[in-house]
């Protein structure tokens, strides 16, 4: 099954191994240049272009051609990425419109995680793995990434239909619990007792964070940051408020225990009112360059060498068949309320696991409570999950007209 | 002298030990939060908003509070940087501008190579350091970081005038005279003989890549680039070729032994002639996040703690004031045929060393050709010529009217 080997001393790869000076230009064009190139690709074949920047860390990482290692520097290119991503989608959105839905989205949110835990650790037990290790998979397979969803609907221009509403805004609230799981799973890993009270002042940190900026963040930003900006001298004063409201928000979010790129949301849906064409069109050119790097990043993570015996490849297609199914199902069944294709669309977008659900199985492998094996299976998971996705995501979509095209709004001024 | 003990321990430096998810944001958040703050603080204060973001820096890194360590991730921001920021300031460049000051430019770089390499060996050796310390120190007081010079010349608008055409001319030709002293004096350090046939090679593959991408470039660029463009599906396709092509370039300049930034100003060069207004401004917003990295990484590489005795203050002080001299007097000599007013522009241009002289002091200390602390002294030269530029630059074109102000022409499209 290790196709890797075949691969991996191409010409090209001798380029790579190049001094110090060459190095960083290498990486930047190799995930940048195959990025775009497979993303024509994709477009051409009529696939949502992120197929192919997802397609393109596969291509240029370990599974395939080995150009490019995942290191500490794409790693953050990556997080920034996503950082920037959500940003752009948090300023097309209104608090107002993720409070309308919240009730559907708290329903879905809730099932989406109960469904996949309960799937995950079912199969695992029932392939005689220690509980442990079948209640991690569990964990690794609740929290959604919503980054390629948000990417897939912003481009189709979709992100003010209500099932877009619906997905951010359970996207919210499953990091939270998503957040709530780890801990849990992360105390068993540990053989320590649950520390309770920890658990529940971090659950009320961050759920007060998230509603107090989802409730005041619009109207204070409203008030200060156009005021801030006249008075400053600075060049590009608009960008360098937003940027570093941006990242202050994502630092916010770390601390109070959930991901920086839901505070990077909630940063770009707090200045959603008051923000600019330019800003608009500033913050796209820092997403243009970002973007692509957090695309290839779930690609580059993917290594088909796991794939020894023919019991791991059956227990990964399984996990991931199941992966699919409980979450579309669960979130799904969340959000019956809207009607079966909108339902379906919601549970769609939730089902990228992406570097969430890797950061779950990191944990449980250093925390020795997973094997090698069943972390590779955890992340071929998240990211087939996350690849899956888009095409689906298209096709459902398809007769949903691009409500308010952000990609013209923003041209146009 | 030591300063640093007295700030290393504030609250704030709490923050940056935090854990893996907080670590990338706060370090964001440092660096870009304090360019931005210091920048609009220097600017208040009628000075160049660059300053700003160089003293944001030293503020933060180890000479002051410490709370952000020059990693490889800030290493690499910083490089995208500067090729981000060589490359908007191409793009506001034409190749035929940049040759018609070729003569001028030549003899102002070939001056300003040989005065301050002189004047460091005869300041080392006079002050009884080894032979090959003082080539070393000779060696990094040669090569000019144009990056510091540009950004202070488009926010003024006077790109467009002749004496910032001859500085970006005459950082060109600095850079192969700058990687030739690089190899003579490393070759010398590793104590074999000089590789004549290797350093002809390098310099042949190096002048005839920038001499081709000169004479041949806007042309081939603006038959491929506009109908590639054309025929692209994927989202902002011109912003994705630009990009391709500034990483291809740069990495083409470090195989051919010249610096990546030369590249990438090269490549914004080649696309001048048909870049949209609409490129222009997602490269600002790229630019924006990225260059406050560069500036920032400046400042975070100068530690004063090396500074322990009163002879290395001296000799600090007599080696930055003979950096400043040598190298205002010799670009100004090679440019006198522009009248002392405009010579005089030129050569303070060309004082900032900034990361070159840092490379060169790095390789010596590598190599065992220099100690820690004449390492330090060259690196107190190349952040010093640097943080004084842009006050001087600033006074010295304050009668220059803003020709084109880039920044305007880009919001009216």
Not at 168 to 197: E, K, P, Q, T
Not at 218 to 235: E, H, N, Q
Not at 300 to 313: A, E, N
Request: aromatic share 6%; charged share 10%; hydrophobic share 60%.
């Amino acid at each position: 099954m290790n196709v890797a080997d075949l691969f991996h001393h191409p010409p090209l790869a001798l380029l790579a191994s190049a001094g110090d000076a060459e190095r960083l230009p290498f990486q930047m064009l190799a995930v940048f240049g195959c990025a775009k190139l497979l993303a024509e690709a994709a477009q051409r074949l009529r696939m949502p272009g992120v197929v192919g920047g997802l397609a393109a860390g596969i291509l240029i990482g370990p599974s395939m051609f080995g150009w490019v290692q995942y290191d500490g520097l794409l790693h953050a290119m990556a997080e920034l990425g996503v950082m920037f991503l959500l940003f752009q989608v948090g300023l097309e959105v209104r608090a107002t419109e993720l409070v309308r839905v919240g009730k559907v989205a708290l329903l879905a949110a809730v099932l989406g995680v109960a469904l996949p835990f309960a799937a995950g650790w079912a199969i695992m037990t029932a392939a005689g793995h220690p509980q442990i290790e079948s209640i991690f998979m569990g964990a690794a397979m609740v929290a959604t990434s919503v980054g390629i969803t948000a990417q897939v609907l912003a481009s189709k221009g979709v992100l003010s239909h209500r099932t877009a509403q619906v997905i951010l805004a359970a996207a919210v609230i499953d990091d939270v619990l998503g957040l709530l799981v780890l801990a849990v799973v992360s105390s068993m890993a540990r053989a320590g007792g649950l520390d309770w009270a920890g658990l529940a002042t971090s659950t009320l940190v961050s759920v007060v964070f998230i509603a107090a900026v989802v409730k005041y963040g619009s109207r204070t930003a409203g008030l200060v940051v156009p005021r801030l900006t006249r008075s400053l001298r600075v060049d590009e004063a608009e960008f360098a408020v937003a940027v570093t409201f941006l990242f202050v928000m994502a630092l916010l979010a770390a601390y109070s225990g959930v991901a920086a790129i839901i505070g990077a949301f909630l940063a770009g849906m707090a200045l959603a009112e008051t923000a600019s064409a330019h800003l608009h069109t500033l913050v796209r050119g820092a997403g243009e360059l970002m973007v692509p790097f957090f695309l290839a990043s779930i690609g580059l993570q993917l290594d088909v060498s796991v794939f020894q015996s023919g019991s791991t490849v059956l227990l990964g297609l399984v996990i991931l068949a199941a992966a699919v199914a409980s979450k579309w199902i669960g979130c799904g069944l969340g959000a019956a309320a809207l009607g079966w294709k909108d339902a379906s669309r919601v549970g769609a977008g939730m089902v990228p696991r992406g570097e969430v659900g890797m950061v779950v199985a990191q944990v449980g492998l250093k925390a020795g409570a997973i094997t090698q094996p069943v972390y590779g299976v955890a992340v071929f998971m998240a990211v087939m999950t996350t690849i899956l996705a888009p095409p689906v995501l298209s096709f459902l979509y398809r007769d949903v007209p691009a409500s308010e095209a952000p990609q013209a709004r923003l041209e146009l001024g």
